[in-house]
């Protein structure tokens, strides 16, 4: 008996994974900044400090913006998804069942990378309660939409298309009530929501998601604001396990999350 899965097969279970990971694992690892390194323990990411322009008298030396040059760094653990094939009596693995255990492969890896980057969300200074704005009994309104788009505004964060709203079913149930957000007028086509096509409305672009915080409506920031490290990309194996009489198919990659700019992350909390 081989001692390892059929090389054929450890591919196209690894390239289903990964096709499956990109489109449906993760929610949210394309809305933020990733940057890969193999081997890493722990990626930095480079943050700059704003500059001024400055004039000068005729022949006189420039005066250097002196930017402050700062680094954040995300620690990277490992993480498995592994799945036992059994055999069942059968010279060769059971091939019909190879999509499916990639698809619960990728897709455990997917969910554990959003847990991640939400974490790390989760770990922002800049937050502000719904019921602040309103108060009522902090739900999301037209009102505590535009008082979240004026407290990015107000700490320079671009009014452009990479900002993300991260919001609970509950939210979204909120968003959908107020005048205009399902207005063809005011949102792009299918406006709520597919976590692989977000909404764009009111300077965001909306995501739904099951696993925020207790006590979390949303959260609203800028791309490159959170950071999501990888020091080992999904990789997959297989090899015979005969006490299981069976083969065990393992996915895994090794990754961490952080925030690289507080200014561009806001939590909003129902109180």
Request: proline share 4%.
């Amino acid at each position: 008996m081989a001692t390892s899965a059929p090389t054929a097969f450890i591919q196209l279970y690894e390239s289903e994974v990964k096709a499956a990971y990109q489109r449906e694992g993760s929610l949210l690892r394309g809305t933020i900044r990733t940057r890969s390194n193999a081997g890493a323990e722990r990626i930095y990411f480079p943050k700059l400090g704003k500059g001024a322009a400055t004039s000068k008298a005729r022949h006189a030396d420039v005066v250097p913006m002196d930017l402050e040059h700062t680094r954040v760094f995300a620690d990277m653990e490992d993480y498995y998804a592994p799945e036992y094939i059994d055999d069942l009596d059968q010279a060769k693995i059971n091939w019909t069942l190879r999509s499916e255990y990639a698809r619960a492969s990728a897709w455990a890896l997917g969910r554990q990378t959003d847990a991640l980057i939400i974490d790390a969300l989760d770990q922002t200074t800049q937050d502000l309660a719904a019921d602040s704005v309103t108060g009522s009994d902090g739900e999301l309104t037209l009102d505590v939409l535009t008082a979240v788009s004026e407290s990015l505004n107000d700490r320079d964060v671009p009014m452009d298309r990479m900002r993300y709203a991260v919001i609970t079913p509950e939210t979204l149930s909120e968003l959908l009530v107020i005048p205009g957000a399902t207005s063809s007028d005011f949102v792009r086509e299918q406006l709520l929501i597919t976590g692989n096509r977000p909404a764009f409305y009111m300077g965001f672009n909306w995501i739904v998601h099951t696993g925020l915080p207790a006590g979390v409506k949303g959260f609203f920031y800028h791309t490159p604001s959170v950071g999501h490290g990888i020091a080992r990309d999904v990789t997959s194996s297989g090899d015979w396990v005969p006490t299981k009489v069976a083969w065990l198919i393992n996915s895994w990659m090794s990754m961490g999350a952080t925030i690289i700019d507080e200014d561009g992350v806001l939590k909003l909390t129902a109180s």
